[in-house]
């Protein structure tokens, strides 16, 4: 049995092709917006746990509670220190060792007491 309609065949496949590609871009761009967007609530974050570094620091002056947390907090990428009149905070992205590039500051927090 022989398909006699062969008109359609090409645009019908071109149609096809063209939503195949269109859903593959629309994955794609998913895929980009999630890894991009991941970074941006870094610097709210890091405010958040500078303020409380900041009023653990206070309470502990205020009262004779003491901690461990000293003037140096370290957690992954995440760097708060204490000076004499105010908070630093810092997140970094390590660099590549065997490139020998350096750790990169995304992110600085500075909180004055």
């Known amino acids: 049995m022989q398909i006699k309609n062969k008109k359609g065949d090409i645009p019908t496949t071109i149609l096809v092709l063209m939503i195949v590609l269109v859903c ?10 999630k890894t991009a967007s991941k970074d941006y609530f ?8 500078v ?14 509670f003491s ?21 630093e905070g810092n997140y970094s992205k390590s660099g590549f060792p065997l490139t020998g590039s350096k750790e990169t500051v995304l992110v600085r927090v500075i909180y004055q007491r």
């Open 24 to 33: 593959v871009l629309a994955i794609f761009s998913f895929i980009y917006s």
């Open 42 to 49: 870094v610097g709210i974050g890091l405010i958040e746990t």
């Open 51 to 64: 303020k409380a570094f900041s009023e653990e620091t206070s309470f502990n002056e205020k009262t004779e």
């Open 67 to 87: 901690s461990d947390s000293g003037s140096l907090f370290e957690s992954g990428n995440v760097r708060i220190a204490l000076h004499s009149n105010n908070i």
